[in-house]
């Protein structure tokens, strides 16, 4: 063993010591990764990223769907740089957050009013405070098969994660089956007027059925709930003006974040006035006072990445390498007789891979085996998150990888020898349903 990775076991204990499970985030955990994963990554630039041994790898992660530019994307970064020498946290308000308030308003078409903070579970768990005080419901709605919204009560209570969260909390959240209509009706049937909103994101790795959407927003509107949709990840991915443009359905609140300001710290709450303007001051919400929601490193990281979607058509370029990777992707898992085992799902926007079981349901261990042959050559594929910075070269090389890792998976699925070539643990979710 080399003196570096001696540093890395070092490194990692200690995390593992001083922090609870090892890493701030659950999903960037050593559980969500096989073996070989790099246990830390020291800089990225671009599409690409270096861990502490120099190993370069193509990343797909980028920062779990915050990076839509590219890291350290020169032009954010700078325009930084220049605000950091003018101060960064101020007494009063910046004219910056007039600035960026008024253009998500412009885009976004439910924004009248916006409120910031620094990420997607702020935004949301205060979207649920407006709408059960506008309705008077106490009830929040929200779809079992998308995983996660906020690691605050109201969500995680709902979770197999609730530890600490009393029983009370728990029962003031329901749920529904995405693109079924009747499983909302039904709750609608049983609770009325007293669920407060239906909160979900308009898509993820699954599209909505022609009418789904539609059909979402006139069951709130006939008993009296708001529609909140989430849009930290379908923002500033499926269109510029969020999924909520893209497919024609305006909810009454939305969040935003993740891509917004490629990687720092802005998340944004927005929706109709009448509703926002509770959490004024005069009004009897205390909705988001957040030291740091205003501070200008995130709103500056904000305009700069609206900047270069506007004039670089970012949205574009994501949808087009998505498609190319989606169409090379298939044609490899077709070459290799794995159609019945790996599949490629989601729009272009946001593919994913879906590794079945004999059974039909999802394989962690085949998900853990493709992890582990990308990571030997030198692709973090745990999720895909396209960026500006991924291109030609990206794109070619991932192929080539994917190529070599379908084969050795049709290997060893032929050989029944799964476990004989992971390299460690399955890797494992981090909500267990």
């Known amino acids: ?102 253009r998500l308003c412009n885009l976004i078409p439910c924004a009248e009013m916006v409120k910031f903070a620094k990420n997607g579970s702020d935004v949301t768990s205060a979207a649920i405070r407006l709408a059960r005080f506008h309705t008077g419901g106490s009830y929040v709605v929200r779809c079992q098969e998308q995983p996660f919204h906020s690691f605050c009560d109201w969500f995680i209570g709902s979770t197999s994660r609730a530890g600490g969260v009393p029983q009370a909390v728990r029962d003031l959240t329901l749920k529904f089956r995405y693109n079924d209509l009747d499983s909302l009706e039904q709750l609608f049937a049983e609770k009325g007027r007293d669920i407060a909103c239906v909160i979900m994101e308009p898509a993820d790795v699954q599209s909505p059925q022609p009418g789904f959407l539609q059909g979402v927003r006139e069951l709130c509107d006939r008993h009296g709930a708001l529609l909140i949709f989430d849009e930290i990840i379908t923002g500033f991915r499926w269109h510029l003006r969020g999924a909520q443009f893209f497919y024609d359905v305006t909810p ?106 004999e059974e039909g349901s999802f394989s962690y261990e085949l998900k853990t085996l493709f992890m582990q042959e990308m990571i030997e050559r030198h692709i973090l594929m745990e999720r895909i998150c396209i960026s500006l910075s991924h291109g030609h070269d990206e794109l070619t090389m991932t192929l080539a990888a994917a190529d070599e890792s379908f084969a050795v998976l049709a290997k060893v699925l032929e050989a029944g020898t799964m476990r004989e070539h992971l390299r460690g643990p399955v890797a494992r979710p981090v909500f267990l349903y």
């Open 1 to 102: 063993m080399n003196s570096t990775n001696k540093t890395t076991l070092y490194y990692r204990e200690r995390a593992h010591r001083f922090i609870p499970a090892g890493a701030h985030t659950y999903s960037k955990a050593d559980d969500q990764f096989p073996g070989n994963a790099p246990p830390f990554i020291d800089r990225a630039s671009g599409a690409r990223c270096w861990d502490t041994d120099g190993q370069e790898y193509i990343d797909y992660g980028m920062g779990i769907f915050a990076v839509s530019l590219g890291h350290a994307f020169p032009s954010v970064t700078e325009r930084i740089g220049r605000q950091l020498e003018r101060g960064n946290a101020f007494t009063r308000p910046s004219i910056l957050e007039g600035e960026l308030a008024e």
């Open 252 to 357: 009454d609140l939305a969040t935003f974040g993740k891509g917004m300001a490629n990687g720092f710290p802005c998340a944004a709450l927005v929706g109709r006035r009448e509703i926002m303007e509770h959490g004024n001051m005069n009004g009897p919400v205390f909705l988001l006072s957040c030291t740091y929601g205003s501070e200008l490193v995130g709103l500056t990281a904000a305009l700069a990445t609206l900047d270069r979607f506007e004039d670089q058509d970012v949205i574009a370029h994501i949808w087009k390498y998505g498609a190319d990777l989606q169409e090379g992707l298939r044609l490899r898992i077709e070459r290799h007789g794995l159609s019945s085992r790996v599949e490629v799902r989601g729009l272009p926007c946001r593919p994913s891979l879906w590794f079945a079981s």
